[in-house]
């Protein structure tokens, strides 16, 4: 009988917890929406190099052509440690999210049991009274087995907007991941293209230094001969020493920038020794550059997942906050054995059970409720805005890095003319000083020109590509290599199921990660 009404009323709650849960349905906010890229085939910037007619490259540094880039990449995905933190959240949201849907069934559950021995005073003055009428025995034993349950019933949905806010929570991890991993690869990118550049520019320096040499040489000698003053001596020194003292800049810049890149791959910077040598060409791309639609954008950038995940996930909590302004309907009970002295526990007139529905209304704390519900819908209406911030500046940073990438192309192409053109002429004072038609002043100014070129040279291809790196990381770009990937490498998830049970939430996860 006990069982049936158990059941019944089981039923009932079932029944009132159907009832639509209290608060605001998440909807994706209202974004501006950009139908054609400023920089795709501009008339007034030429030809950009852009093109909408495909979508982005997802491996999109292999454009570049370069296989050391793409080890540095692979191995930054398998190793760096920041990454490896952003991997952890996921399952760590992943466990919130079982703990979440185990809020749905009876929250207190207990399987007990206690043999209970105990000694009465035979100096208690009914005890001892009575005893003077009738025998009676002041020792005696209880033994119990039994199980209690407690259920809080989900009548206004608290507990299914946990599980839509633990839901939207591991999705925005993944977000997250995801976004990480875009991070990851445009910074190994960039760094890996920043030491090709100042390796480039120290090999021009040393060639400049070889040629200024010669120079300082020639003075030297004309000086000896008589035929020049010491001060185009003096100059050529000054010259070539100042170009000299380049050297130990770059070297100092080269390594550092070799210790930023061993953080990213999760290496000591004595373990890059070797890794990219002493020289290399700045990486270049093909010529024409596909960047897709912006209406893709936002499917693209997980940073602007992320930030609708968060607004979904605070939305949830609104109406978590909410329910607690309506009473709150607890079903508890409890079944099991009990029996005292030798009597038999486990036979059928031991069992013993309770049932028990009860209402809880904070009634007198309107005022807290109420303004934790206000803090809440204001936590939410402030990532709401950081969504449509999100995308603002997703279609920004884009932009900035398509005319960026566009005019350093122009740059390229007027600096390779410079370079040309200041070669010839650093050549042609050099034979009129020689000649003695020309005097130290010509040499000094078109080697120092020289110089100058070249690295204006150098520092515009570093833009186009850096720049090029920048769109597609815009573009959101790179992040899908994890897809059918585990988020922690597997060297990991064995510690981790070695010291912990974590069941089957090691497994693979899916592809992506979405709202339903």
Known sequence: MTLRRLLGTAFCAATLAACTPVGPDFVRPNSPVVKQWIEVNNPSTGQSGLTSRSAPVVRWWETFNDPTLNKLIAEAYAQNLSLQVAGARVLQARAQLGIAFGELYPQSQAVGGSLQRRQISDNLGPISDIRRIIPLDTEFSTSQVGFDAQWELDVWGQQRRGVQAARSNLALQVANYDDALVTLTGDVAALYINIRSLQEALRIARENIAIQQESADLTQLRFNNG??????????????????????????????????????LGK????????????????????????????????????????????????????????????????????????????????TSSATGLANAGVVWNVLNYGRIKNNVRAQDAAYQALIAN??????????????????????????????????????????????????????????????????????????????????????????????????????????????????????????????????
């Not at 070539?240 to 080269?254: F, G, M, Q, W, Y």
């Not at 890059?272 to 893709?296: C, K, T, Y």
């Not at 003695?436 to 590509?465: D, F, M, P």
């Open 227 to 264: 035929v020049t003053t010491e001060l185009d001596v003096q100059e050529s020194t000054a010259l070539l020493n100042n170009t000299k003292a380049l050297v130990p800049e770059l070297e100092s810049d080269i390594q550092q920038a070799k210790n930023a890149l061993a953080v990213l």
């Open 268 to 347: 000591t910077p004595s373990q890059m020794a070797g890794l990219l040598g002493n020289s290399g060409r700045i990486p270049s791309a093909r010529a024409n550059v596909a960047v897709g639609v912006p209406a893709e954008l936002l499917r693209r950038r997980p940073d602007v997942r992320a930030a609708e995940l968060a607004a979904a996930t605070q939305s949830a909590q609104v109406g978590i906050a909410l329910a607690d302004l309506y009473p709150q309907f607890i079903l508890s009970g409890a079944i099991g054995l009990q029996a005292s002295g030798g009597r038999d526990l486990f036979s």
């Open 387 to 516: 969504y449509q911030n999100t995308v603002l500046t997703a279609y920004s940073e884009v932009e900035s890095a398509m005319v960026a990438y566009a005019q350093a192309r122009k740059q390229v192409t007027f600096y390779q003319r410079s370079v040309e053109a200041s070669r010839k002429a650093a050549d042609i004072a050099v034979d009129q000083y020689r000649d003695g038609i020309a005097s130290y002043s010509r040499i000094l100014n078109t080697q120092t020109a020289l110089l100058r070129s070249q690295a204006n040279l150098i520092e515009a291809r570093q833009e186009v590509s850096s720049n090029l790196v920048a769109i597609y990381k815009g573009l959101g770009g790179g992040w899908q290599i994890r897809q059918n990937q585990e988020f922690l490498p597997q060297a990991v998830l064995a510690e981790m199921a070695y010291r912990t049970d974590w069941g089957d939430l090691l497994e693979k996860t899916p592809t992506g990660a979405s709202l339903n």
